[in-house]
């Protein structure tokens, strides 16, 4: 990143009590004009930003708002912020990732729109097995672990599938074998 040292419009270092939590301990600002930053506000939000969570988090090093960034440089329990007006280069950058992101969430909303299609399709899918295992088991008798390799359906999926054609008298216990249930057509 190019920057020079006019860019940089203030500078605060942030310290850190036991009790109270984050404070300023010192801040300057290098230009008169009187920015939409107050430090004192901000204080906690930028140590926690940037010093928040664990030491296996990435911690980020700058941010970028819409007037203005901030780089921080962590010492001990301390924090060093510079906070700095970006250039052209930094809207134009900010534009062409917008450009990105839109194409993006465009991408990304097709490819949930295909998932939920491929869901439906699921349900049917289920739907079709409901109304196959009665015909399968009409006249026979057959294991759950049994069905639910025939179908290839998880544990799970199949005693749902059991319990519906059941509670809906479709099929019925037969007997059990071990510690499997035999099932049978009503």
């Known amino acids: 990143m190019n920057f020079t040292e006019n860019e940089i419009f203030g500078a605060a270092l942030i310290g850190f009590d036991m009790i109270d939590g984050p404070f300023i301990?010192?801040?300057?600002?290098?230009?008169?004009?009187?920015?939409?930053v107050n430090l004192n506000d901000f204080a906690m939000n930028f140590y926690l930003a940037f010093r928040g969570g664990n030491e296996s988090v990435k911690k980020p090093r700058a941010i970028l708002y819409d007037k203005f960034y901030i780089v921080a440089f962590p010492r001990d329990l301390e924090l060093c912020c510079l906070f700095m007006r970006p250039k052209n280069l930094i809207d134009n950058n900010i534009k062409q990732l917008n450009k990105i992101a839109s194409k993006i969430i465009t991408e990304m909303k097709t490819n949930v729109e295909e998932n939920e299609k491929d869901e439906d399709s699921d349900e049917n899918t289920i739907d079709e097995i409901k109304r196959l295992i009665p015909?399968?088991?009409n006249g026979t008798k057959m294991t759950t672990p049994e069905l639910r390799r025939y179908f290839k359906l998880s544990n799970s999926q199949i005693w749902k599938i059991m319990s519906d054609l059941e509670n809906s008298k479709k099929i019925k216990r037969a007997e059990k074998k071990g510690r499997?249930?035999?099932w049978t057509a009503i």
């Open 135 to 137: 015909n399968l088991l």
């Open 25 to 36: 301990k010192w801040k300057k600002e290098f230009d008169d004009i009187k920015n939409s």
């Open 180 to 182: 499997s249930i035999l």
